[in-house]
């Protein structure tokens, strides 16, 4: 029996995937969709570095700004969550915020890998550029009390003292977790401080003025700094009612 030959053609009116369908003069819909053309193209070119560690710095500081725009949408819409009384939602969220942190942290080491005297060159065509003044931080600064504001309104209604909501965890899981989740962000935000500050440090030096006139030591003493006080403060009280108990 004759059986017929194969064939790769596909049907007429099948699918092209090969060809790009979205909106654009990318050459494929993954390019179109992220836009790499544009995103690739905000780094300074071979032709305009004064050092070739200028791609370095710039795709470190860009990529950081990426996650934090993440982290902060995440921040501000748990704790529009949190608003609406639906904590579940706010942790999922809240969780993504913190490995967004971590990201934007862990890649600091790359800034370790300049040469303390070539990153000077660099230096000078950053003009008056400042880490103080990245939008991301800004929006961190910004959103991170929401986040509190919102707790606290919650754990009052249930007519708890932060103490209370410790020793009760167990009964009261969900806003434990809430009180966790916040202690972890603020961690989080100290952990990228302590590394920003021991980056500059070693790179620049800790006894001199950074690109916007800012003294490197104001970063260490920004390590101090916390947004949430009063969950830092609970673990000293829970130490002092366990003594008591003894």
Known sequence: ML?????????????????????????????????????????????EWVHRDELLFQTVHQSSELWLKLSWNDVEAAAEHLDGGEIEPALRLLRRSVLCLVFATNQLDMLEHMSPWEYQEIRKVLGHGSGFDSP????????????????????EKAGLSLV?????????????????????????????RVRHYKVVARVIGDSVVGTQGTPVEVLGRLIHHTFFPEL?????????????QA
């Open 3 to 47: 059986r017929p030959v194969a064939t790769h053609e596909a049907p007429p009116d099948a699918e092209d995937f090969s060809e790009p369908i979205l909106p654009g003069g990318a050459k494929s819909d993954y390019e179109r969709y992220l836009n790499t053309d544009e995103l690739l193209a905000l780094q300074k070119g071979p032709g």
């Open 164 to 192: 209370d909501l410790y020793v009760q965890g167990r009964e009261r899981e969900l806003l434990y977790q809430l009180a966790e989740a916040l202690m972890e962000w603020d961690e989080r935000i100290t952990m990228w």
């Open 136 to 155: 991301g931080w800004r929006e961190i600064r910004r959103v991170t009390p929401l986040l509190g504001v919102a707790f606290h309104r919650l754990r």
């Open 232 to 244: 830092w403060r609970a673990r000293n009280d829970l130490t002092a009612l366990s003594q008591q």
